[in-house]
């Protein structure tokens, strides 16, 4: 599984963004998508990820304020961000969960390359 992030940028305060990603190759063996963010010197923490059969997972922080949603093929998972906020600044971070379809057969955690949001004035 490859992961393509897209989107994010420059937003002021209250403002909204919206970032991508795009998985490709072993897309069915996906369990798990979403993203996690992360400022320097501290580690990334988790935003919000969505399972294929819909169910989604918010840190506190993004609950009301963030959405995230995959598209009809399974392979695009959004996240629009509404309400932002200066401590939302943070490089964000694609995640997939997924089996390998080879022996072992374990579960694997890919990470897209990072897309950078700041929100300012």
């Given at each position: 599984v490859e992961l393509e992030e897209s989107g994010g940028g420059l937003v002021q305060p209250g403002g909204s963004l919206r970032v991508s990603c795009t998985a490709t190759g072993s897309i069915i063996f996906i369990r798990?998508?979403?993203w996690y963010r992360q400022t320097p010197g501290k580690q990334r923490e988790l935003v919000a990820t969505i399972t294929p059969d819909g169910t989604k997972n918010y840190a506190d922080s993004a609950k009301g304020r963030?959405?995230?949603?995959?598209?009809?093929?399974?392979?695009?998972?959004?996240?629009?961000?509404d309400?932002?906020?200066?401590?939302?600044?943070?490089?964000?971070?694609?995640w997939a969960h997924w089996l390998v379809p080879s022996p072992p057969f374990q579960m694997r955690d890919e990470w897209g390359q990072g897309t950078q949001v700041t929100v300012s004035s």
């Open positions: 798990n998508m979403g963030f959405t995230i949603s995959e598209d009809d093929n399974k392979k695009t998972v959004n996240l629009q961000m309400a932002l906020r200066p401590e939302d600044t943070a490089v964000y971070y694609c």
